[in-house]
């Protein structure tokens, strides 16, 4: 059930249950009592009318002069101690069925009515004892019942004064006195036995889970993103707990991710200090070999600055690496494409890629297995570069005399699937997973001396999904490692 239709349900109950079941009680105590006075007293019911209120009519009728006593008492209580004022008072009262009693301590200095004060004066409250149950009254049953009101007061000497209002109700019917006892006693168990039910349906509903969410918010903010709520209902309670459950679940990623981004921004730190002192050193090194001289033949100072321009680049395809991943980072890596000839553009990569590898006495295996006509929708540049990334960690991680580089492109339907195999160390089962995740490194204590950043294969990963297409790796350790990745191919070829 929602909690709107809760609340309604509970409105309905805590109006309409009272009015109900006090409805029944009042009907069955009113017949009861009119059968009970019309037997004692031969009253018709007209009358009964008249007499079932006369505690309210000879209250009202006292009301005037009690309020105005009750204001003397507050702002000029000396008034009370001039009987003049007090018998004028009494006066008034005299046709109201009541008179006035002066008390001092506890002397009795003004009576209205003396032969009445002695029936009454045992029961009259104390200074200080202040209790009302009609009105501004209370009512003293017995024999001889009366509606006595009360208003205490300090004399100009200090002294304890009280003055009273006494109402005789000898009038009234003992009938009258259940009625009013019974009807009282029926509306507070009425109104207890609905309370109870409002309140455990209300505790059950709203107040538990409620309880729930508050330990759960202070779990999480003293740090415990792992105390998770589950919910038992449907309403909006229920979806409140779903909803912090996900915030939860969103947050302790988002810290996660902060706290990996964090040690991974350390670790770049440090892979690029490593990467970028080992160029500048060897820069640093050979321009002072100029600068001193040790380079005293052409041939030598040609070779040291080939290599001077070597390190230079080297630290230039760091910088522009670092650059791209800034761009992937924020999502916004440009991309110009293009229709290209699949057939002719690796054929291209080949032998550029041929003329590099062949210096280091690495041999390209290539076997292109697409229709010469299929062309695919891509960025040339940023496709010669995840070949290029995946092609220099071939190279970095050969461990043989000779170097073996396989390339081979398969057709696989709507897609032109491209593998690049190495005979080099291989990657561990366990690594293979994370080997495209950004500044990921496998055996990070053997690869610090290979140098990178650990973006390539991110980089790359990036890129191919952005082409439509995949990215995985399949290796040996020890044996070799393959990076395979789709490309999907122009939609105008699937004809051809």
Same mark, same amino acid.
């Given at each position: 059930?929602?909690?709107?239709?809760?609340?309604?349900?509970?409105?309905?109950?805590?109006?309409?249950?009272?009015?109900?079941?006090?409805?029944?009680?009042?009907?069955?105590?009113?017949?009861?009592?009119?059968?009970?006075?019309?037997?004692?007293?031969?009253?018709?019911?007209?009358?009964?009318?008249?007499?079932?209120?006369?505690?309210?009519? @000879?209250?009202?009728?006292?009301?005037?002069?009690?309020?105005?006593?009750?204001?003397?008492?507050?702002?000029?209580?000396?008034?009370?101690?001039?009987?003049?004022?007090?018998?004028?008072?009494?006066?008034?009262?005299?046709?109201?069925?009541?008179?006035?009693?002066?008390?001092?301590?506890?002397?009795?200095?003004?009576?209205?009515?003396?032969?009445?004060?002695?029936?009454?004066?045992?029961? @009259?409250?104390?200074?200080?004892?202040?209790?009302?149950?009609?009105?501004?009254?209370?009512?003293?049953?017995?024999?001889?019942?009366?509606?006595?009101?009360?208003?205490?007061?300090?004399?100009?000497?200090?002294?304890?004064?009280?003055?009273?209002?006494?109402?005789?109700?000898?009038?009234?019917?003992?009938?009258?006195?259940?009625?009013?006892?019974?009807?009282?006693?029926?509306?507070?168990?009425?109104?207890?036995?609905?309370?109870?039910?409002?309140?455990?349906?209300?505790?059950?509903?709203?107040?538990?889970?409620?309880?729930?969410?508050?330990?759960?918010?202070?779990?999480?903010?003293?740090?415990?993103?792992?105390?998770?709520?589950?919910?038992?209902?449907?309403?909006?309670?229920?979806?409140?707990?779903?909803?912090?459950?996900?915030?939860?679940?969103?947050?302790?990623?988002?810290?996660?991710?902060?706290?990996?981004?964090?040690?991974?921004?350390?670790?770049?730190?440090?892979?690029?200090?490593?990467?970028?002192?080992?160029?500048?050193?060897?820069?640093?090194?050979?321009?002072?070999?100029?600068?001193?001289?040790?380079?005293?033949?052409?041939?030598?100072?040609?070779?040291?600055?080939?290599?001077?321009?070597?390190?230079?680049?080297?630290?230039?395809?760091?910088?522009?690496?670092?650059?791209?991943?800034?761009?992937?980072?924020?999502?916004?890596?440009?991309?110009?494409?293009?229709?290209?000839?699949?057939?002719?553009?690796?054929?291209?990569?080949?032998?550029?890629?041929?003329?590099?590898?062949?210096?280091?006495?690495?041999?390209?295996?290539?076997?292109?297995?697409?229709?010469?006509?299929?062309?695919?929708?891509?960025?040339?540049?940023?496709?010669?570069?995840?070949?290029?990334?995946?092609?220099?960690?071939?190279?970095?991680?050969?461990?043989?005399?000779?170097?073996?580089?396989?390339?081979?492109?398969?057709?696989?339907?709507?897609?032109?699937?491209?593998?690049?195999?190495?005979?080099?160390?291989?990657?561990?089962?366990?690594?293979?997973?994370?080997?495209?995740?950004?500044?990921?490194?496998?055996?990070?204590?053997?690869?610090?001396?290979?140098?990178?950043?650990?973006?390539?294969?991110?980089?790359?990963?990036?890129?191919?999904?952005?082409?439509?297409?995949?990215?995985?790796?399949?290796?040996?350790?020890?044996?070799?490692?393959?990076?395979?990745?789709?490309?999907?191919?122009?939609?105008?070829?699937?004809?051809?």
């Amino acid at each position: 059930m929602k909690l709107k239709d809760r609340l309604f349900t509970a409105f309905f109950i805590m109006i309409a249950m009272p009015i109900m079941l006090l409805s029944i009680a009042a009907s069955t105590i009113v017949n009861f009592q009119m059968n009970s006075i019309q037997e004692s007293y031969d009253v018709e019911a007209d009358t009964l009318q008249v007499l079932t209120n006369p505690i309210q009519i @000879l209250n009202r009728l006292t009301r005037g002069t009690y309020n105005e006593i009750k204001l003397a008492a507050l702002k000029t209580p000396q008034m009370l101690e001039d009987e003049t004022y007090i018998k004028k008072w009494n006066d008034d009262l005299q046709d109201k069925y009541s008179f006035i009693i002066v008390r001092r301590n506890n002397d009795f200095v003004y009576t209205g009515n003396e032969k009445k004060l002695d029936i009454i004066s045992d029961n @009259l409250q104390e200074f200080g004892v202040y209790n009302t149950n009609v009105d501004g009254g209370i009512y003293i049953g017995g024999k001889n019942p009366f509606l006595v009101k009360a208003q205490d007061f300090y004399f100009s000497d200090g002294a304890e004064g009280t003055i009273f209002v006494i109402t005789d109700l000898n009038t009234l019917v003992p009938q009258i006195k259940s009625v009013i006892k019974q009807s009282v006693i029926s509306f507070l168990v009425i109104l207890m036995f609905t309370a109870i039910i409002l309140m455990l349906w209300i505790y059950r509903s709203i107040i538990l889970p409620l309880n729930v969410l508050r330990v759960a918010m202070n779990q999480i903010k003293d740090g415990d993103l792992d105390y998770s709520v589950q919910s038992e209902s449907e309403d909006e309670i229920g979806q409140i707990c779903d909803d912090f459950e996900e915030m939860r679940i969103r947050l302790k990623e988002l810290i996660d991710s902060r706290l990996q981004y964090e040690e991974d921004i350390k670790e770049l730190i440090s892979n690029i200090s490593h990467d970028l002192k080992t160029p500048l050193t060897a820069i640093k090194g050979y321009s002072e070999g100029l600068v001193d001289g040790v380079a005293d033949t052409p041939e030598k100072q040609e070779k040291y600055l080939r290599t001077i321009m070597t390190k230079a680049n080297d630290m230039s395809i760091l910088v522009d690496e670092l650059a791209f991943y800034t761009k992937i980072d924020c999502n916004t890596i440009p991309y110009s494409f293009k229709e290209i000839n699949l057939h002719e553009y690796f054929d291209d990569c080949i032998e550029d890629l041929s003329l590099d590898l062949e210096v280091k006495n690495i041999d390209i295996l290539y076997n292109n297995q697409i229709d010469s006509s299929v062309e695919v929708v891509a960025d040339a540049e940023q496709l010669k570069r995840v070949i290029n990334n995946i092609m220099g960690n071939a190279v970095k991680y050969l461990d043989k005399k000779k170097g073996v580089i396989q390339i081979r492109i398969h057709d696989i339907g709507a897609y032109a699937q491209v593998e690049i195999e190495d005979n080099g160390i291989g990657i561990p089962k366990a690594d293979i997973p994370f080997v495209f995740d950004r500044f990921y490194r496998a055996d990070a204590s053997r690869n610090s001396k290979k140098g990178g950043s650990g973006l390539g294969l991110a980089i790359s990963k990036k890129i191919i999904e952005d082409h439509a297409g995949k990215i995985w790796a399949e290796s040996e350790l020890g044996e070799g490692t393959t990076i395979i990745f789709t490309i999907k191919k122009n939609v105008k070829m699937k004809n051809k």
